[in-house]
Nanobody, 123 residues
């Protein structure tokens, strides 16, 4: 059974930082492309940061220069460091995993999703 569990969300003031974690069980990180998505109330889910391969990363324009993605394959854990947070970053954040051989994260699709962790940024 594959389980993705996000943690690290919370409430911060604008300009603050948070680091999200996504711990996976049942998959081998090295065989999957991994990414972070978010969904704000009334908006579509958007891909914000991803590992398309072990080395290649991708970021949404809205978070470039503020967010970074990293992973520890030995711990099967994905991270999202979020700096200079803005109120518009308020959303539920999800991690996702899809087999690298046909990675569909850019299409908003993935075999596995976490339950999400809420991030709230106040002005």
């Amino acid at each position: 059974q594959v389980i993705l569990v996000e943690s690290g969300g919370g409430s911060v003031q604008a300009g603050g930082s948070l680091k999200l974690s996504c711990a996976a069980s049942g998959i081998t990180y090295a065989d999957y492309c991994m990414g972070w998505f978010r969904q704000a109330p009334g908006k579509d889910r958007e891909e914000i940061a991803s590992f398309l391969s072990d080395e290649t990363t991708s970021f949404a324009d809205s978070v470039k220069g503020r967010f970074s993605i990293s992973k520890d394959n030995t711990k099967n854990t994905l991270y999202l460091q979020m700096n200079s947070l803005k109120p518009e970053d308020t959303a539920m954040y999800y991690c996702a995993a899809d087999p690298t051989r046909y990675c569909r994260l850019h299409r908003g699709l993935a075999n596995y999703w976490g339950q999400g962790t809420q991030v709230t940024v106040s002005s």
